[in-house]
């Protein structure tokens, strides 16, 4: 149990088009979802906390408008990165909170690897 | 603010030789703490963590970690590796009141088992 997908697992765009990532939590129910990017050889740095039917949180130096977060239920968010530049290519890994034995934890999904060019 | 320092970001062990992965970390306040591994091309998952109570963690794998407040770490180590153990390992923290929704990761460890 407690799946988290991620589609398209990889994708390569032109630089100033937009790219839609979507992340799913498969066989339960999370209120609350969590975009990070990880760059090569570092760790993974969280952009932004997602929650179903409000607006994200994002983290401090995170373009919101460049980083377009949607929880639209309880399975699903969307991260779209608008008007895509190469310094944008990077790791984007999702996850998602479940309640389990009396603490949350985090299912991550495997990634999507964009690369512009 | 928190921060997680991996030391070291490449360690080969040969099979069946024991091996720890350090993890140092920086807080001002209380701290949940929590391995992930990464195997090839999948996503993250949890190893083990530390909540409360014991401060000797074990998974079901043969890892365990220890806290160590005084020293504010919580080493990875394993008596003897195998190859399937070859991965990515990252060392998380959260803010307590938090719970584990908001996570600061190090810079993980590669580990790689020599046959």
């Known amino acids: 149990g407690a799946v988290v997908s991620q589609h398209p697992s990889w994708v390569i765009c032109k630089s100033g088009t937009s790219v839609k990532i979507e992340c799913r939590s498969l066989d339960f129910q999370a209120t609350t979802m969590f975009w990070y990017r990880q760059f090569p050889k570092q760790s993974l740095m969280l952009m932004a906390t997602?929650?179903?039917?409000?607006?994200?949180?994002?983290e401090q130096g995170v373009e919101k408008d460049k980083f377009l977060i949607n929880h639209a239920s309880l399975t699903l968010s969307t991260l779209t990165v608008t008007s895509a530049h190469p310094e944008d290519s990077s790791f984007y890994i999702c996850?998602?909170?479940?309640?389990?034995?009396?603490?949350?934890?985090?299912?991550f999904g495997p990634g999507t690897r964009l690369t512009v060019t | 603010a928190q921060s997680v320092t991996q030391l070291d970001s490449q360690v080969p062990v040969f099979e069946e030789a024991p091996v720890e992965l350090r993890c140092n970390y920086s807080?001002?306040?209380?701290?949940?703490l929590f391995w992930y591994v990464q195997y090839p091309n999948q996503g993250l998952q949890l190893l083990l963590k530390y909540l409360s109570g014991s401060t000797l963690v074990e998974s079901i794998n043969g890892f365990e970690a220890e806290f160590n407040k005084s020293q504010t770490s919580f080493h990875l180590r394993k008596p003897s590796v195998h190859i399937s153990d070859t991965a990515e390992y990252f060392c998380a923290v959260s803010d307590v009141d938090f719970g584990n929704e908001k996570l600061t990761f190090g810079t993980g460890t590669r580990l790689t088992i020599i046959p």
């Open positions: 997602s929650n179903e039917g409000s607006k994200a949180t994002y």
């Open positions: 996850s998602a909170t479940s309640w389990t034995s009396g603490s949350y934890e985090q299912y």
């Open positions: 807080s001002s306040v209380s701290v949940y």
